[in-house]
């Protein structure tokens, strides 16, 4: 029962790397959020998918890409990382909206050092 | 546009006691929800008390409940009998029933707690 799965857990990388973060479920929710966590500032939605083949920006979008090939998998990728994107990201998911007590499943995130 | 106020950055709160975390919206949106989660130490967001805009009554998980005031657009979180397991970041997030199929989900900037034994 692995619920939301997020590889890896640990990077360090070097201004103006890539690289590109897996987050996987296996609980068939359509909806699948990336987020990124930074000191007093709570959680800040980056992109996010209602479905496979579907994308969209959220609040803070530049910098990012991403894609959803498969229904279980949101994969966010860094074209050339900037000391900036030093935070944390946790991936979310959402079944679709049936009961309004939806909460959002959440991985365990992955913590990125941009050097 | 939706926000979410935490005014305490952090609180302390002796062992056994009550505490109430603050969390007061915004939005003009008449059908929302109201989501408090627990991030501990170890990292993970832990789901912990669920408040819909047209529940008449304040919601109740355990040692967990949430006194929704929904004039003065408050959610305040309240844990009873503190244990020392409590300690953690708690968040403060809404989200807003649209029309659309996407269910936005905005988060307040967290309230540190921590038990003194």
């Known amino acids: 029962n692995a619920g939301v799965t997020q590889t890896p857990k640990f990077r360090v990388l070097k201004t103006g790397q890539s690289m590109t973060l897996l987050c996987a479920q296996d609980?068939?929710?359509?909806?699948m959020y990336w987020y990124r966590q930074d000191p007093g500032m709570g959680l800040r939605l980056i992109h996010y998918?209602?479905?496979?083949?579907?994308?969209a920006k959220g609040e803070v979008p530049d910098g990012y890409n991403v894609s959803r090939l498969k229904k279980q998998n949101f994969l966010l990728g860094l074209e050339s990382a900037a000391p900036s994107q030093t935070s944390v990201y946790f991936c979310?998911?959402?079944?679709?909206?049936?009961?309004?007590?939806?909460?959002?499943?959440f991985g365990d995130g992955t913590r990125l050092s941009i050097l | 546009a939706q926000k979410i106020t935490q005014t305490q950055p952090g609180m302390f709160v002796q062992e056994k006691e009550a505490v109430t975390l603050d969390c007061t919206y915004d939005t003009s949106d008449p059908s929302y929800g109201l989501f408090w989660y627990k991030q501990p130490s170890s990292g993970e967001m832990i789901f912990l008390i669920y408040?819909?805009?047209?529940?008449?009554q304040n919601a109740t998980e355990g040692r967990y409940s949430l006194n929704f005031q929904k004039a003065r657009k408050s959610a305040n979180l309240v844990i009873s009998a503190s244990q020392l397991g409590d300690s953690a970041m708690y968040f403060c997030?809404?989200?807003?029933?649209?029309?659309?199929?996407?269910?936005?989900?905005?988060f307040g900037p967290g309230t540190s707690l921590s038990v003194i034994p």
């Open positions: 408040q819909g805009s047209y529940d008449q």
């Open positions: 979310a998911t959402q079944p679709r909206r049936d009961r309004d007590n939806q909460p959002q499943h």
């Open positions: 609980m068939n929710h359509e909806y």
């Open positions: 997030a809404m989200r807003e029933r649209r029309k659309t199929s996407y269910d936005k989900v905005i």
């Open positions: 998918s209602v479905g496979e083949g579907t994308t």
